[in-house]
């Protein structure tokens, strides 16, 4: 099962590698990894999705919860979130085929964000599975590059509930 993860850490030099080392040293895999500044400053959040199952969340959890850097670990696999991963995708694309192409990208809400002679980079954000789709679209033109960030997330808001 796909886990996400959200990490908040002290912003310090040699936190991102503890905390890869740690998943490294016990042999469980990051299957996407995004970094940036927190709400607060001085703090990071580490979104990181992992492949595992319950008992490897459970043992990821309890050694992150160990790093003097680790302020909160939540797993928020099961939240309601809005998840966002931006990709970049670079295909071949002469000009018999871009009007195409671009008739392809429009219902993703992606967009065109440079054209050369042959070639056409296209910008989507979304969850992984609209970003893979959208790559299998594109797949016959050919695809050159592909630069994706990883998932990031944030827990939805609660709404109040309201008794009638």
């Known amino acids: 099962m796909r886990h996400t993860l959200s990490v908040l ?3 310090q030099p040699g936190v991102l590698t ?7 040293r016990r042999g469980f895999n990051i299957d996407s990894l995004t970094v940036g ?17 319950e ?13 003097i850097d680790v302020i909160k670990v939540q797993d928020i696999t099961n939240e309601p979130m809005v998840e966002r ?3 970049l995708i670079k295909i071949a694309a002469n000009p018999t085929v871009r009007a195409e192409v671009t008739g392809i990208v429009e219902p993703f809400r992606a967009s065109v964000v440079d054209v050369g002679r042959n070639s056409m980079i296209i910008q989507a954000t979304g969850n992984r599975e609209k970003n893979d789709a959208l790559i299998e679209l594109l797949r016959p033109y050919g695809i050159k590059e592909i630069a994706r960030t990883g ?8 709404l109040a509930k309201i008794k009638v």
């Not at 008992?55 to 309890?62: F, G, I, N, S």
């Open 55 to 67: 008992a490897t969340l459970e043992q990821v959890m309890k050694q992150l919860h160990k790093l």
């Open 37 to 53: 500044p927190a709400e607060e400053q001085g703090l990071s959040r580490m979104t990181i999705t992992m492949l595992g199952d």
């Open 9 to 11: 850490v002290n912003d």
């Open 151 to 158: 998932t990031t997330a944030l827990v939805r808001s609660q």
């Open 18 to 24: 503890r905390v890869a080392g740690l998943f490294s």
């Open 85 to 87: 991963e931006l990709l």
